[in-house]
């Protein structure tokens, strides 16, 4: 239902400038995926506004409609990793656009006023070597698509440069996520 009404919102945005209530989208409370990383028990939101802001970036291109079923995606990423923040997660999602995935930034237990929620900061399609990387790095908090995230490594074994050039070596990230336990 909470996807429903925020693709039939999002619709409505896109179709006829028609803005949800009190300008921000609705995308349901935090999976028990999203609690074990950390989540409070806050819906989660995002404001107009900012998608406003990040759809017409020129640095990373994406339409709004390229977010219809976000609030599904979001309650089952492929991965969750921790920022340079502790109230702040990225989570990367099943969501593409090209061959990228959207990284999902969040604000967890944002405050403002009588508002309190878990606030998407951010959102954008991300370079798979680059997010995939992170996992080499030790950022993961959580893997939950790993047969999925395994092929993304192996399509990525086609574009060697890209990959040596950010310093990520292939074997190693695949081996990792194997490994890896929530």
Known sequence: ??????????????ENGVLPENSRFEL???S??????????????MRVSLLNKK????RHPFS?????NLADAIQKPLAIFEYTKPNMRNLIVGLTKGEKHFLIGVTLDYR???????????LFPKENHEWIKWIQDGKAIRIDKKDKVLSLINSLRTNPEEAERIGLNLDSAAKIIKDFEN
């Open 1 to 14: 239902q909470t996807n429903d009404k925020f693709n039939s919102d999002l619709k409505s945005y896109v």
């Open 112 to 122: 403002k006023g009588d508002l309190a929620v878990n606030s998407i900061s951010g």
């Open 64 to 68: 709004p409609t390229d977010l219809y």
């Open 28 to 30: 349901g409370f935090p």
């Open 55 to 58: 759809a017409g970036m020129e």
């Open 32 to 45: 028990d995926i999203l609690l074990s990383a950390g989540f409070p028990k806050l819906p989660i939101s």
